[in-house]
């Protein structure tokens, strides 16, 4: 199985930059794309995408992020970084990575799989 952790959030001012990490582990686990989701308190059941990347290096994002966030990757660690610059007080939530690859099961054979991580709170203040 797979299993992701983020790291990096924390509180800056408005206008200020943050740097969040997503790790994917696994011993059976490929990585194909790591994306970048947030959820503002109070709003659980909207888990908006903010940014992704895939093993090519192929990357995406929200149309309210482009220009202030980059994402990278380590692929050699299964690593995955989102660099967050402009921060805005709305874009105070809880940012969580979802790690989708391939899972060799008990049988042998190889499927889809995919984790959430725990989430890291990221808090932008006027």
């Known amino acids: 199985q797979v299993q992701v952790v983020e790291s990096g959030g924390g509180s800056v001012e408005a206008g200020g930059s943050l740097r969040l990490l997503c790790a994917a582990s696994?011993?059976?686990?490929?990585?194909?794309?790591m994306n970048w989701y947030r959820q503002v308190l109070g709003k659980e059941r909207e888990r908006e995408f903010v940014?992704?990347?895939?093993?090519?290096?192929?990357?995406s994002y929200a149309d309210h992020v482009k220009g202030r966030f980059t994402i990278s990757q380590d692929n050699s660690k299964n690593t995955v970084y989102l660099q967050m610059s402009g921060l805005r007080p709305e874009e105070t939530a809880t940012y969580y990575c979802?790690?989708?690859?391939?899972?060799?099961?008990?049988?042998?054979?190889?499927?889809?799989?995919?984790?959430w991580g725990q989430g890291t709170q990221v808090t932008v203040s006027s």
């Open positions: 979802k790690g989708i690859g391939r899972c060799r099961r008990w049988t042998g054979k190889w499927s889809e799989c995919s984790a």
């Open positions: 696994g011993v059976n686990y490929i990585n194909n794309e």
């Open positions: 940014s992704g990347i895939d093993s090519d290096g192929g990357t």
